[in-house]
């Protein structure tokens, strides 16, 4: 437990000091907007191009890696749409319900995987991302156009438009091509992805807004505890059916205890969502997810 604890707790103060830096408008305002443009686009991209140009693709895990990704967002996304089902929730609340069970913290997962779990845990990672930030992208979109259908072009172009993704793409196929970092491109990559989680976790914790906390108190509770309580059991159920080694195992159900990603706010407001009920999810979880994710931690390491 200590060391749990003492992987975790600068990952969260990390985060403190990015809220507390933006309530005191420290450097400014308007340096938060450009530090998030900047993590997105260039610096994270670089950490999952590197940790996918060198990951072992070989791994004979993999493939049933993936297969519980996609078994664990299968299972997450049935029970989700049985209970729009029942509840009949307009397209702007179910989507953003959906990306409050379905999303997670990137920025926040990887700091705590690369703190316990050092390179080989980021790579497979990296992997793990691969497969699941694309398909979860969809299933917002869907989501979001539930009852009315979404056309191709509204699912494919949030995919064909995120860096992550594509970052992911390109490093999987330098890996398969064997395309070798020379010439200190390697260094330079390593330079801007070992910037990348601090600043992104900064982030994190500016985009905090505990304003919206108030109200719909009984949908921020159960979408919460949807997310951070029975999502990695899922994860734990298909790991197990799956047979996945230790590691793999871990770092899946890491994933699916993580709280949702605050870039599901921008989506939201682009596909005409509640963003308040969405900002109020991301801050709820976030919170949480400090007291969660030492419980999920310890039962899985």
């Not at 791994?59 to 209970?83: E, F, K, T």
Request: proline share 5%; hydrophobic share 60%.
């Amino acid at each position: 437990m200590t060391s749990l604890l003492t992987t975790l707790w600068p990952v969260f103060l990390l985060i403190i000091a990015g809220y507390v830096m933006k309530q005191r408008s420290f450097p400014g305002d308007g340096f938060w907007p450009g530090a998030e443009k900047i993590n997105y686009f260039i610096l994270f991209p670089a950490l999952l191009f590197s940790s996918l140009a060198n990951a072992p693709l070989d791994n004979p895990a993999l493939p049933r890696v993936l297969g519980a990704v996609l078994l664990g967002l299968g299972a997450c996304s049935i029970g989700l749409v049985i209970a729009w089902r029942l509840w009949r929730w307009p397209a702007a609340r179910f989507g953003v319900l959906a990306q409050g069970v379905l999303r997670f913290n990137t920025y926040l997962g990887l700091a705590v995987v690369g703190s316990l779990f050092g390179k080989a845990g980021l790579v497979l990672a990296a992997v793990i991302m691969a497969v699941y930030v694309p398909t979860v992208n969809v299933l917002s979109v869907l989501a979001f156009t539930a009852g009315r259908g979404a056309s191709l072009k509204a699912l494919l172009l949030p995919i064909a438009r995120n860096p992550l993704i594509l970052a992911c793409l390109a490093g999987a196929a330098s890996n398969l091509g064997g395309l070798e970092l020379k010439w200190g491109s390697d260094k330079l990559l390593a330079l801007l992805a070992n910037t990348s989680l601090p600043l992104g976790l900064l982030n994190v914790g500016a985009a905090l807004n505990l304003r919206e906390l108030r109200g719909e108190l009984g949908a921020l509770t159960a979408n919460s505890l949807a997310r951070l309580v029975a999502a990695p059991l899922v994860a734990a159920v298909c790991a197990q059916l799956l047979d996945l080694p230790k590691l793999e195992s871990a770092i899946l159900i890491l994933f699916f205890a993580l709280p949702t990603a605050p870039t599901s706010y921008v989506l939201a407001r682009q596909m005409g969502g509640d963003a308040h009920l969405m900002a109020g999810i991301i801050t709820l979880q976030t919170l949480l997810s400090a007291a969660t994710l030492v419980v999920a931690l310890a039962w899985i390491t």
